[in-house]
């Protein structure tokens, strides 16, 4: 893990009730470099010793002098609370890194489509990697497709309308409200029908020349990937990042309940994981805390390096068949195989 970097804050900004997008002022010799979508780790003094928690940068790399990452208050949420409603301009925290592969790379002369989904907080990397397209991607045309409770819950509600503005012709916001407070265009949930439904009325929907990103709840990325191949759109061409657990079936082992070691902060662990049980959960049921976010498999947040054991994973994971050669494992997806296993949190 690398060396934590004090950044000060430099506002908060009130995006709804219950969220507030943090500005980050970085240092000049020692600046994060990050692209759209990816997330941004911050360490913390919790009860028991450091945790860490991974939140996404709604900042664009090229447009934003500072870092800026939006978070929404968690019921229970220990850090979410903290950030939400304690934290003020001039405090410091404590960053590890900008890390993700759920990224976006302006390429201009294509004359793509960029749809994007979300929902809820889910807007937070979306927000960055719509802003890099419009500004960096001439030619680009941009869809977004935003699901939330009602109008008062949107983030940066605001600003997608000034967006839309400036970039009239190039970018059309369509909102879906579940529990809509007044008359609406599109009620419900983004559900596999409403999401054909909402493609089948775009115009001019040119599918071969489409690139799909979605974030936000497991259930509605399920969805939004189950109407998108339904339509034949290939995988390649779907990018997700995920904000809640989803349930997976495993890989087909045998799951006992076994003793683990974990190298964190310097300091090694033994702890047991119960049978069915993540070694994520189990760490943190011991008041261990490691980087965690998605708890999916996707942001790669809770990766590790296997010192020694085997470690199984379900088969929808993060990482690459290099990394796995390498040894690297997903705490948050992964269970142990072996009465051996060492694990580092590098």
């Known amino acids: ?22 500005h980050l002022r970085q240092p000049l010799l020692r600046r ?3 692209e759209p979508g990816q997330y941004l780790t911050l360490e913390f003094d919790v009860e ?15 447009l934003d002098r500072a870092l800026a990452i939006t978070v929404k208050r968690v019921a229970g949420g220990q850090v979410s609370n903290r950030l939400v409603g304690q934290l003020a301009a001039g405090d410091r925290v404590r960053a590890l890194g900008a890390q993700g592969r759920f990224t976006f790379a302006p390429r201009p002369g294509q004359g793509r489509h960029i749809v994007l989904f979300a929902a809820g907080s889910g807007i937070s ?8 397209a419009l500004h960096f991607e001439a030619d680009a045309r941009v869809t977004l497709i935003y699901g939330n409770r009602h109008a008062g819950a949107v ?20 909102h879906v409200f579940s529990q ?7 009620s419900g949930r983004l559900s596999r029908e409403r999401v054909v439904e909402l493609l089948g009325a775009l115009p001019d929907l040119q599918l071969a020349r ?10 509605m990325m399920d969805e939004v990937t189950a109407a998108l191949e339904g339509l034949g759109v290939g995988r390649e061409a779907i990018h997700q990042e995920c904000f809640t657990p989803r349930q997976t079936s495993g890989s087909g082992e045998v799951r006992a309940a076994r003793r683990v070691s974990l190298l964190l902060h310097g300091q090694e662990h033994q702890f047991v994981v119960g049978a069915g049980q993540s070694i994520l959960d189990a760490a943190l049921e011991n008041g261990l805390q490691p980087p965690f976010s998605c708890r999916s498999g996707f942001c790669t947040a809770c ?3 296997r010192l020694a054991g085997e470690v199984g994973m379900g088969h929808e994971h993060g990482l690459s068949a290099a990394e796995l050669e390498r040894g690297q494992a997903l705490m948050c997806v992964g269970f142990p195989l072996s009465d051996d296993v060492r694990l580092k949190i590098d």
């Open 125 to 132: 990397p979306i927000f960055s990697i719509l802003r890099s």
């Open 155 to 174: 983030i940066f509600g605001d600003k997608l309308e000034a967006l839309q503005r400036s970039f009239a012709g190039r970018l059309q916001v369509l």
């Open 32 to 34: 994060i470099r990050y």
């Open 180 to 186: 809509p407070q007044q008359p609406c265009r599109y």
């Open 1 to 22: 893990m690398s060396r934590p970097l004090s950044l000060k804050v430099a506002a908060i900004e009130q995006e709804t009730d219950d969220a507030v997008t943090i």
């Open 48 to 62: 028991g010793g450091k945790g860490c928690r991974a939140y996404s940068i709604s900042s664009t790399p090229g």
């Open 303 to 305: 990766v590790c390096t």
């Open 210 to 219: 489409c690139e799909f990103y979605t974030c936000g709840p497991a259930a």
